[in-house]
Every structure is written in C-alpha cells, then in structure tokens.
C-alpha cells in the first residue's frame, strides 16, 4: 500500500512539475506565468507537505530493515529510487520557479504590488525546497548505509550518482543564501502595505512565514553555512573512500571473472538440438526464471550450489501484447530484437542484454521455474523491471543493494520484487546466488515447470530436483 501511495505522489509531482515548467518554458511574461501557474504552485506545496510526512515513515521502515535484515530488499530498493526521483523532480521545479523571479530583485522598473508578489513566490518556492530537504533529505544524508545507496547511480530511473550530495550543495549554496537573504530583506521591508489587500500576497505570506528555514536564514551566518558545507563534503569523503575500495574489488573481480568465463572445455550438451530446444520454447512463459548448469566452464565452480546462471523468458511479441505491453515505452525500444528471436533477459559479463534461447542452451542442465500465483498486473511489473535493467553493467561486486550494476540473479531479485529472496553475507556485502533462487520452490511460491539433466528432460524430476538444490547430483 505505501508504494502505491509512492507511485500515485510521483505521478502527481510529474504532473505538477510539467505544467510549471511548460508556463516556465512558453511564457516570456513572468507576471502572465506567474497568474496562469500559481494553482499549481500551490498543489505542489500540498505535495511537498505529504512528502515530509510520508519521508519519515518511509525513512523509519528502511531503517527498521536494515536492524533486522542488514541490506534492504528489492522491492525497497525500489521505492527508495521512486522517491529519490520524485523528490529530484520536485526540488528541481521549485528551485526553477525561484530562479524564475530572482532578477526581480535587482529590477526596478517592475511596478508593485507584482514585483512584490514575483519575489515573494520566487522566496516560498526556495524555502519550501529547502524545507524539503531538512525534513526530507537530511535524515537520509545523515545515514550512512541509506547515503550510500541513494547516492549511487540508476540508469532505470534516469538517477546520476550522487543526487544527495547535489541536493546538499543547493542547500548550502552561497550564492543561494545571498539572494534569499536580499529576497527576505525585501519581503520584510514591502509586506505590510500590501498584506490585507489580495489574496495571493496574503498565501505567499502564510508559505513564508511559517517556513522553519525562513527563520533560520534571519540568523544563519556565513561561518554556519560554511560549517555545514564542511560536514556535507567530509561524510562525502567518507563516502569517496568506501567507494575506491568497492571500485577496487569491482574491477578485481571483473578481472578474474572474465578471465575464468574464457575456460570452456566444451559445447553444452543442449547446444544446437534443435528438438530440444522447440520443446523448451513451447513450455515457456513471459516472467519464467531460467536456471542454467555449465559445469565445462570455470566460473560455473566458483559459484555457490548447484546453479551457476539465472535468466528471465521476457516472452514473445504475442505474449507480451496480449499481456498489454508490447507498445509500452520501455518495450518499444526492443521490437526488434524481440521479434529477431532475442527473448531471454540475461546479466553476463559484458552487461544486462536480450539473448535467443538457441543461444542460451550452450548448457548441460536446465530449470524452468514459474511464480505460483502471478496475476496478469504481476507479471507485467515482473517484465517491465526486467526490461528496466537492460544496459546496466555486471556487478562483479555481487552486490545486490548496487542497483546500478547487477549479477544474473540480481536481474531475478529487482524483476521480483514483492518476493522475498534468500540472500547471503560474504565480503560485507548481501548476495544472492542462483541456488538462493531455486531454494524458493521448497516454499511452494515457485514451481519447477521444466528440468534438463546433462541434454536431457526428466519426465519425474522431484527426487533429482531436492538432490540439485541440496547440490549432492553426482
């Protein structure tokens, strides 16, 4: 129910926020914007009250996570970048309406009582901003796990890294403390002969003056806000150095994982059998999880348990439009490869790409697993995660809170997020492994469909199946 609450704020934000910046980018009349855009404006304050609200009940539910599972799991992962976008959007578009009236307060040639009422919503829009991220932003900025996390890039919500830090450097900015301290020296100095006499001008008051950072501006010194510019940078060294040491192991275990995935002794035993293969392929269906063994290559020895690959069957051009998302944007992109044949979503090491089956069968071994209960609406979020983490780079870090960079089984764990997924501490970091995700069939959430052994179907598979997720197959 909160991700849905999530998802209907974002939705309304990114309504609100186009309008705005629509007058912003048609109109030249900022007086004409600012009558034509002010009830906007004003559901955009409504949000932002909602969004500190609903921030600190998120930031609570994260942090009560973290104590009893130590990472997050992916359906919050999902929701901390929902709002970290939102909130991006949003600081975005109330900092482009003040920008939008701050020459007002150098020009005299505009008549009052509107001068006064351009600067005044320029002044509420950055102190509303700024509001935001003392009660929004800061509580997060201050821990370093929930920093870490949402300060990392992710290519599917269109979030650079380090969003954080930028919202941080805005709030300490010197060249936006000196113009809201001309903006409030000028507001306090022309406000009380116009306060009773229009509505408008009476609102942006209430906005102002109930501001806690308006308050806070009219004693901040400059020596306060280089202190907190200070803190800001030295939690972001912190960060810098736990960032080296991540890349460090990154680029290590690319390394060593590329040069391992070059030993192959052999074909799979599925590769090229074209009988097989029709079989499989007509027993498939859009949101299938696809379990691979390749015991001729390295890396499938150095992988915990029985399975060494995991994939996702995002389905056929009739499927999915029946499924309604064959035109959906993140689709669309994909026609072709999909009608080409390329149906199989897979991490490997050059990064997250769309495969055909006869591709992905150089294998011996082959599970086919299916979510028990998966409505149509589920199925189609199952597919449009999926889909989202196609480009992203191979994790070598085997981390599954690095949204940015995901292993096989990590594609597994952000496609299905309302399931809880086994995962395991190695290194200081949470993975989770192919055989985690076999594991969940013992639950019952998850059925075995197909199993192929060493080229072959089994007909009965369930006593081989409990001895593979056992990993004691001789």
Not at 167 to 174: D, Q, V
Not at 447 to 455: F, H, P
Request: proline share 2%; with cysteine.
């Amino acid at each position: 129910m909160f991700k849905i609450i999530l998802i209907i704020l974002l939705l309304f934000n990114v309504s609100c926020s186009n309008t705005l910046q629509h007058g912003m980018e048609t109109t030249t009349d900022p007086l004409k914007f600012f009558h034509d855009t002010l009830p906007s404006y004003y559901s955009l304050v409504e949000f932002s009250l909602s969004e500190r609200e609903l921030s600190t009940i998120f930031f609570a539910q994260l942090n009560q996570q973290l104590k009893e599972q130590g990472h997050l799991d992916a359906d919050s992962l999902q929701m901390l970048k929902i709002a970290s976008k939102r909130h991006q959007q949003l600081r975005e578009t109330l900092i482009g309406i003040a920008e939008q009236y701050e020459p007002w307060l150098k020009d005299n040639s505009i008549a009052m009582p509107a001068r006064l009422q351009g600067i005044m919503l320029s002044l509420s829009a950055a102190l509303t901003a700024f509001d935001n991220y003392l009660f929004v932003v800061h509580q997060f900025q201050q821990h370093t796990h929930l920093r870490h996390i949402a300060n990392s890039a992710d290519s599917a919500y269109i979030l650079e890294s380090q969003e954080l830090l930028r919202a941080g450097l805005s709030y300490y900015s010197l060249h936006n403390y000196r113009v809201m301290k001309k903006a409030i020296k000028f507001y306090q100095k022309n406000i009380a002969q116009f306060s009773e006499k229009n509505e408008d001008i009476i609102f942006l008051k209430q906005l102002i003056e109930q501001s806690p950072h308006y308050h806070y501006l009219q004693k901040q010194t400059l020596f306060d806000l280089l202190a907190g510019k200070l803190r800001l940078y030295l939690s972001t060294t912190g960060d810098l150095f736990n960032w080296v040491g991540d890349e460090s192991t990154h680029t290590m275990s690319q390394f060593f994982g590329n040069l391992a995935g070059l030993v192959a002794t052999r074909k799979g035993l599925l590769f090229e059998q074209t009988t097989q293969q029709r079989s499989i392929q007509q027993g498939l269906k859009a949101g299938d999880i696809l379990l691979e063994k390749t015991p001729f290559r390295l890396t499938d020895s150095l992988i915990p348990g029985y399975w060494g690959h995991a994939a996702i069957w995002v389905g056929s051009e009739k499927e999915l439009t029946a499924l309604g998302l064959w035109n959906d944007a993140l689709l669309r992109p994909h026609h072709a490869d999909i009608r080409a044949g390329k149906q199989i979503i897979e991490a490997v090491r050059s990064g997250v790409h769309l495969s055909p089956l006869s591709e992905f069968l150089n294998i011996d071994d082959l599970a086919v697993l299916r979510k028990v209960t998966l409505t149509d609406k589920a199925k189609r979020t199952v597919i449009l995660n999926a889909v989202a983490q196609l480009g992203k780079a191979y994790d070598f870090n085997f981390d599954v809170e690095t949204s940015e960079r995901i292993v096989c089984s990590e594609l597994i764990y952000m496609s299905y997020t309302q399931t809880t997924w086994l995962t395991e501490k190695t290194l200081g970091r949470y993975a989770i492994s192919p055989n985690h995700i076999a594991q969940k069939t013992l639950e019952g959430t998850f059925s075995l469909k197909q199993l192929y052994y060493q080229g072959q179907q089994v007909k009965l598979p369930e006593k081989l199946w409990q001895k593979m997720l056992l990993d004691s197959v001789e």
